[in-house]
């Protein structure tokens, strides 16, 4: 018996590792539709008309996606969470992610592309954030700001339907 168990321990050893791996169950989509990681790291919103290549490369970032789902589970005064759905919201200047737990919390993160501008900056003037790192060498292996999601609507999406007078009035108010 001893022999067999010696003989099964590394295959044993490999399921328990492959299981502590897997048991994080998360969705990924874009749009609705199932991606993979690698899809999540790439801009896949538009075309570019001219040097496609280098357009593309501008707005790829990797990062560590199980990383980022601890920084989540880790929020102070969340309580654990795991993160069960990361739905893509691409941006030309960010990789905008909306995480969602299994107990149903969002949370907005938004990490910048290459081209956003100088490392660092684009991470630290960012206000009302729950975590964030402005150094890429952090185990997410990108900077990156998550915050809490204040549910609505956004306004591109009324604009239209609003009348000239209210569009003059929340522009007044966009300084204060």
Same mark, same amino acid.
């Given at each position: 018996?001893?022999?067999?168990?010696?003989?099964?321990?590394?295959?044993? $050893?490999?399921?328990? $590792?492959?299981?502590?791996? #897997?048991?994080?169950?998360?969705?990924?989509?874009?749009?609705?539709? @199932?991606?993979?990681? !690698?899809?999540?790291?790439?801009?896949?919103?538009?075309?570019?008309?001219?040097?496609?290549?280098?357009?593309? #490369?501008?707005?790829?970032?990797?990062?560590?996606?199980?990383?980022?789902?601890?920084?989540?589970? #880790?929020?102070?005064?969340?309580?654990? $969470?795991?993160?069960?759905?990361?739905?893509?919201? !691409?941006?030309?200047?960010?990789?905008?992610?909306?995480?969602?737990?299994?107990?149903? @919390?969002?949370?907005?993160?938004?990490? =910048?592309?290459?081209?956003?501008?100088?490392?660092?900056?684009?991470?630290?003037?960012?206000?009302?954030?729950?975590?964030?790192?402005?150094?890429?060498?952090? =185990?997410?292996?990108?900077?990156?700001?998550?915050?809490?999601?204040?549910?609505?609507?956004?306004?591109?999406?009324?604009?239209?339907?609003?009348?000239? @007078?209210?569009?003059?009035?929340?522009?007044?108010?966009?300084?204060?």
């Amino acid at each position: 018996m001893q022999a067999l168990r010696k003989a099964l321990w590394p295959r044993t $050893l490999y399921r328990s $590792l492959i299981s502590d791996i #897997s048991k994080r169950h998360l969705s990924i989509t874009f749009r609705g539709k @199932s991606i993979s990681k !690698e899809e999540l790291f790439k801009y896949t919103n538009g075309r570019f008309l001219s040097e496609e290549d280098r357009q593309l #490369s501008k707005r790829y970032v990797r990062f560590d996606v199980d990383r980022l789902c601890d920084v989540i589970a #880790s929020i102070p005064g969340a309580g654990p $969470l795991q993160v069960s759905k990361i739905e893509k919201m !691409e941006g030309g200047f960010s990789k905008a992610l909306l995480v969602t737990t299994a107990d149903g @919390s969002e949370f907005i993160v938004k990490i =910048p592309c290459p081209n956003a501008g100088r490392p660092m900056y684009c991470t630290a003037s960012e206000v009302a954030v729950l975590a964030w790192s402005a150094d890429s060498t952090n =185990p997410v292996g990108a900077e990156y700001i998550v915050m809490e999601r204040v549910p609505g609507v956004q306004i591109f999406k009324k604009w239209d339907e609003m009348g000239e @007078s209210n569009r003059i009035s929340i522009i007044k108010r966009l300084p204060e």
